[in-house]
Structure formats: C-alpha cells, structure tokens
C-alpha cells in the first residue's frame, strides 16, 4: 500500500518535471523560483534535487516500516500443510516472502536453483509453487488463499 502510493507521487513528480523542461511558459508558484535573476538551469537542479530527496526519503521510509502483522499460529499451520518451492532468483518468489515478513522463516521451502533434484522430483515447472493436499497451486498466494487451500 505504502509502496503503491510511493509510486504515484514519484510518477507525479516526474511527469510535473518533464512539464517544466518541454513547457518554456510554465510559471513556478514557490517564490524562490520565481526570482528573474535565477538561471533557468539553478531552476532545473532545484527541481531535479527536490525529487531526488522525495525519492531517497520514500526509500528509506519503505525499508524502515514494520513488516505486516501476521499470525504466527496461522502461518505455522500454514507451514504444516505445505510446501514451497522457489528460487532465490525468482522476482515473484521475493514478493511472497515479502507477504509474510519475518514469519516466513516458518514456512517449508525447497530453493529451486540450490535444490534443483527435490523440484524436479515433485515436477515443478514454475516458480513459486505451492503443494497442498499433493495440488500444485502456481504463483504468489496471499496468505488468506493459503488459509482456504490449507483450511487453517
């Protein structure tokens, strides 16, 4: 939510930035721009500092936030009925730890690329991909799907 949000105001920030490059006659409403003896390329840096310090700002404050509040009990019995297979490479495999936090440490996991045997043993084509109840289920799962499949 934070991350989406985030989002929206540097893609903002930057189309309003491309605005001021492409449009000659777009007036600046903060005073300090507005100055005639300012150059046009101080205007510019000024501009361009500003988002970097929004964007540096928005990182930091996206690292620094608590990791969702999840219950430890609903996850374990998650991780009782389950199994994951990943890859430490795979983009969409990191979001799904990132559904859980610091409780996914909870989780069965079997690392595709350090464990290459196991997944295919299991016929694993895609990761990451759940077994439930012996069903592969594809893709990312949110931990209230996990919940239905494994009827915790």
């Known amino acids: 939510m934070k991350q989406d949000l985030l989002l929206k105001h540097i893609y903002n920030l930057k189309y309003i930035f491309a605005e001021l ?3 000659k006659d777009l007036k600046i409403k903060l005073p300090i721009l507005n100055k005639s003896k300012m150059k046009k390329d101080t205007k510019i840096y ?3 500092a500003g988002i970097i310090i929004i964007v540096v700002l928005g990182v930091y404050f996206l690292k620094t936030s608590d990791t969702p509040d999840i219950n ?5 019995c998650i991780a009782s009925k389950s199994i994951v297979y990943s890859s430490e490479t795979c983009s969409a495999c990191k979001y799904q730890k990132t559904l859980f936090g610091n409780s996914y440490s909870l989780i069965n996991e079997v690392d595709c690329l350090n464990e290459g045997q196991k ?3 299991a016929g694993i084509r895609a ?3 759940w077994v439930i109840n012996n069903q592969q289920h594809l893709g990312v799962k949110t931990i209230e799907e996990l919940k239905e499949l494994t009827e915790c």
């Not at 430890?72 to 374990?76: D, F, G, S, T």
């Open 21 to 23: 490059v492409s449009n």
């Open 46 to 48: 000024l501009i361009l």
């Open 72 to 76: 430890e009990e609903l996850v374990k």
């Open 119 to 121: 997944c295919q043993e």
């Open 127 to 129: 990761t990451p991909t």
